[in-house]
Each structure stands twice: as C-alpha cells, then as structure tokens.
C-alpha cells in the first residue's frame, strides 16, 4: 500500500504516491549512476565490478531521493540535483562496504546478497569503498554551480559530512562503545554522526541544487536532521524485529555484538516514541515551505513506517 503524507498527521490532504516516486526516482538514479561510473570492462576491470556490484545490489536510494525531494520543495528541477543525490549514494555505498568488512562489522550479507569482500575479498573491497568515495567528489565536482553556492560549498559540504567529524567520528565511536555501557548521550553523539550527517548533507545538498535561499536551507538542515536520528532509531528497532531476509543483512546483529542501541537502552516501545517524536519535528521545520513539500513529508513518514 503507497504510504501516504495524511498518515502521520500530515497538514495536507492530498495523497501522495510514494511507492511511485520512489520507484520513478529509483530508475532515474541508476540511470544516472550507470552513466557516471567506469564500465565493468574499464581497466582495472576487478575493481569497476566491484564498485557497480555494490552500488546496483538493491540499495532503498533513500538518501538520493531525499535530495530530489528536497531541491522539489525549493522548487528546483530534478536534473540539477541528480549529480549530488549519485554522489550522496557513493559516499553511501561505500561506507556500508567498508562496514561491513571483518575488521569492522563483519557481515557476510548486505542489501540481500553477499558483502562485496565476500565476493571480490578484502583488499578489493577497502579499493572500491575508497574508489566510491573518491568517485563522489569527482561527480559532485563536474556538477553545475548556482549563485549562492559554489563548488567549493558542494565540496566542502559532502567532505564535512563524511569526514573525521561527522560519519568517521560516528563509526568510530560506534567502535569504541562495542561491549561497553554506553549513555543516550552518547548514543546520540554516535546517531547524529553515524547516519544523521549524510541524511542531512543528502536534503541541504537538494536545496543548494535548487539556489535555495538560507531560510530554506536551515528549514531543510532542521528536517534532516531529525529524520536521521529517528532512521537510525528505526534501523534499530528493525534489527530486533524482522528478519534477515526481510532486512536483506544480518538481522539481530546488534545485540549479539552487545551494540548500543536504543532498543537496548530505553526498550522498544519507548524507542518507536523517540522516533515519532523525532520525525514530528522534522514535520514542523517543513513549514517554511508553505505545502510544497509533500514529497519530504511523505518520506519522513515512511521512513517512520518503513519494515525493511
Ligand atoms: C565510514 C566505514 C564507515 C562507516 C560509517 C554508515 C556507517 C558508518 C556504517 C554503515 C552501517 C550503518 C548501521 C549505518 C547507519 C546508517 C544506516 C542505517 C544505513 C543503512 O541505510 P539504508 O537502509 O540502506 O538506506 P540501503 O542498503 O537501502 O541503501
């Protein structure tokens, strides 16, 4: 059943297809990351294999589409965001490959098939996380600029969002806190830069695609920041709750790992509260955008509702 922006007490009325926008999306953006990337045959073949087999395994695009929909909301067109939104989902890629190698979560299976070390080995694998991150400042490079914001704000923008400060610090600190008792401070702390960062970088990147004015840009900063910290909470309710093959990765990982995780700290029920909280003010700091947002809405909603 498409999720709709009226079922988690959206302002607007109006249905929204998101089943189809996802999907129509999702099509544009492997079109768009095939173009992108060296062919399979490119020499060094091994590593161009490597780094499409991950970026076409299945991934959601949940970060692209939130980019589009976020440059939608400004009203800007899909054509100017789609080079960021590639360029978000190889800095995304990436890091769920190097996550996934046996010195850092070790799994065998990731968007329901083997993990790309399983399959290239490891040396391969840490080659083609580092050639999707490198690949990303190359498209975003090659990207149009807009009056307000130059290359070096797109740059910088993706650079801060994946760096020592933000994701790296997030999985480092995720890391560090494996077996030992770990505060909602700190949980927060590890969320925010683990997987808020990117899901904030992927909105505020769609609204510098658009010429967004600075209003509008910390309206989407605000909105991207919560639905970051309530997807993680979601992540990990899901962990709990579904299966492997449902989730297409290991499921109940984290608490064989003795992760920290809302779930484990606060319980389930209070966890799903958080998240609705969370996903609640992401709602609110739509309202600069006077109803053009229904695209954000909708994803926000789903993201709340999503079993996979
Ligand atoms: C820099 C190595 C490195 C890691 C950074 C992103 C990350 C930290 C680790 C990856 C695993 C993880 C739990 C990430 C948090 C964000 C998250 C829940 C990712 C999964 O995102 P989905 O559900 O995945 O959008 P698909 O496969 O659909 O794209």
Known sequence: MPATATSIGSRHPQSFDLESYLGNHAREINRALDHFLPRTATRPSTIHKAMRYSLFAGGKRLRPALCIAAAEACRGVVQDAMPLACAVECIHTYSLIHDDLPAMDNDDYRRGKLTNHKVFGEGIAILAGDALLTQA??????????????????????????????????????????????????????????????????????????????????????FGYHVGLAFQIIDDILDVTQTSEKLGKTAGKDANARK?????????????????????????????FRGRAVALEALAAHLLQRDR
């Not at 960062?197 to 989407?220: D, E």
């Not at 920290?260 to 909280?277: F, N, W």
Request: hydrophobic residues 45%.
């Open 260 to 288: 920290a995780t809302y779930p484990a700290i606060v319980g389930l029920e209070k966890s799903k509260q958080i998240a609705r909280r969370l996903t609640a003010r992401a709602f609110k700091a739509l309202n600069v």
């Open 137 to 222: 400042f190359e498209i975003a490079a090659k990207c149009r600029a807009w009056s307000r914001y130059s290359h070096q704000d797109v740059l910088l923008e993706l650079a801060h969002a994946a760096g020592s400060l933000q994701l790296i610090a997030g999985q480092v600190a995720d890391l560090e806190s494996e077996g030992r008792r770990v505060s909602a401070n700190q949980l927060k702390y590890i969320h925010e830069r683990k997987t808020s960062a990117l899901l904030c970088c992927s909105v505020r990147l769609g609204g510098m695609s658009a010429n967004c004015s600075p209003a509008q840009l910390k309206a989407l900063t605000d």
